[in-house]
């Protein structure tokens, strides 16, 4: 992606997020313990242990250019290969 798109798909993304109801949002998730590495990575809080096995995790919005940054590291992801 050339820098002057990649501004361009940031700042879309950005107003995506922005625009979506807070309770579409998933202020809260129960998750794995062995996925929290993986949930810190992408700007959720941690919150709370619940049991040996799961924890609490909490979506931060503070950041919005790295919760836009990281989704579109997403979207590319999972794009073909030969996709462009």
């Given at each position: 992606?050339?820098?002057?798109?990649?501004?361009?798909?940031?700042?879309?993304?950005?107003?995506?997020?922005l625009a979506q109801p807070r309770e579409e949002q998933g202020d809260q998730k129960i998750?794995?313990?062995?996925?929290?590495?993986?949930?810190?990575?992408?700007?959720?809080?941690?919150?709370?242990?619940?049991?040996?096995?799961?924890?609490?995790?909490?979506?931060?919005?503070?950041?919005?250019?790295?919760?836009?940054?990281?989704?579109?590291?997403?979207?590319?992801?999972?794009?073909?290969?030969?996709?462009?």
């Amino acid at each position: 992606m050339a820098p002057g798109e990649e501004k361009d798909a940031l700042e879309a993304e950005i107003k995506s997020i922005l625009a979506q109801p807070r309770e579409e949002q998933g202020d809260q998730k129960i998750i794995r313990k062995e996925e929290l590495q993986t949930y810190l990575d992408e700007g959720w809080k941690f919150l709370s242990t619940l049991d040996q096995q799961q924890v609490i995790v909490k979506k931060s919005y503070m950041n919005t250019t790295n919760l836009a940054y990281n989704s579109l590291v997403a979207k590319e992801k999972e794009k073909p290969m030969n996709a462009s």
